[in-house]
């Protein structure tokens, strides 16, 4: 358990993921978004983008997602989403990407159309540090 004063009151990105029924690449990319390594942003996201065209081959070959049961219920879902925006102070750009991942398995249908914001959002935060 950590009990540096840092982390006091803080759930881990792991323990909201798992909350959430995402899985690995949706894990990876919100790993990769909302990580704060100084010097290493345009590289995370570059790798998000990396992640982000595997898990849509993936999605495209199989043409269905596997349906990881949430440990949430349902309406706690924005309660979780708030603590969490809260806890990392994310942008709103990855409030963005967060919104768009979480509902990737919860409208199916048009997940090709998440994955293109997706990849747009995080193509101009990239754009954005080289200027």
Known sequence: MNTEEYYKGKRSLYHYCYAWGLNA???????????RKKGQERQDLKKSLNVLDIYCRE????????????????DSYDYTVDIFVKEKGLSKDEEKI????????RDYGDYLTKVRDLWSIITSMINELDN
């Open 59 to 74: 999605l495209l070959k199989h043409g269905q997602l596997s349906a990881a049961k949430p440990e949430i219920m349902e």
């Open 98 to 105: 967060l919104s768009l991942v979480l509902s990737i398995r």
């Open 25 to 35: 690449y949706e894990f990876d990319i919100l790993k990769r978004v909302t990580r």
